[in-house]
Nanobody, 128 residues
Framework: HVQLVESGGGSVQPGGSLRLSCSTSRIPNNRACLGWFRQAPGKERESVAR????????SYSTSVKDRFTISEDNVKNILYLQMNSLKAEDTAMYYCAAHNTYSGSWCGAGYKYEYWDYRGQGTQVTVS
C-alpha cells in the first residue's frame, strides 16, 4: 500500500485546537475518497471524517461533528483535519487514508481502515 505522511499532532489543553496535515500528492484520482481515522489505547480504530474529492462532500462521526473539519487544498495537495474544542477523549493516534473509488456512496459508508488503498503511519494527538 502507498504510504501517506501525516503531521501536525502534539499536545494541547482541553478546549484547544490542532490542525493535522497529510500529503495527497501521490493520489491523482479526482474521485478518491480521503479520510481521517483515529485509534485510542485499548480501542478499535474508528473513522473520524471523510471527504469525497469529486464533489467535496463530507461525513463525520457523531463524536466530532461540529468540532472537526476535513478539507483538502487541491493546489498544495494537502488533506487537513482542523480540530477545535478538543476534549480528553480525542486523545489518540490519528491516521490519514485514501481510497480509489468512483462512488460517493463508498466514501459515505465509513469502511474500516483496512479497506483503504493508501494509509499513513499516524500522528499522536494528546489532549490533557
Amino acid at each position: 500500500h502507498v504510504q501517506l505522511v501525516e503531521s501536525g499532532g502534539g499536545s494541547v489543553q482541553p478546549g484547544g485546537s490542532l490542525r493535522l496535515s497529510c500529503s495527497t500528492s501521490r493520489i491523482p484520482n479526482n474521485r478518491a475518497c480521503l479520510g481521517w481515522f483515529r485509534q485510542a489505547p485499548g480501542k478499535e480504530r474508528e473513522s473520524v471524517a471523510r471527504f469525497y474529492r469529486y464533489d467535496g462532500s463530507t461525513s463525520y462521526s457523531t463524536s466530532v461533528k461540529d468540532r472537526f473539519t476535513i478539507s483538502e487544498d487541491n493546489v498544495k495537495n494537502i488533506l487537513y483535519l482542523q480540530m477545535n474544542s478538543l476534549k480528553a477523549e480525542d486523545t489518540a493516534m490519528y491516521y490519514c487514508a485514501a481510497h480509489n473509488t468512483y462512488s460517493g456512496s463508498w466514501c459515505g459508508a465509513g469502511y474500516k481502515y483496512e479497506y483503504w488503498d493508501y494509509r499513513g503511519q499516524g500522528t499522536q494527538v494528546t489532549v490533557s
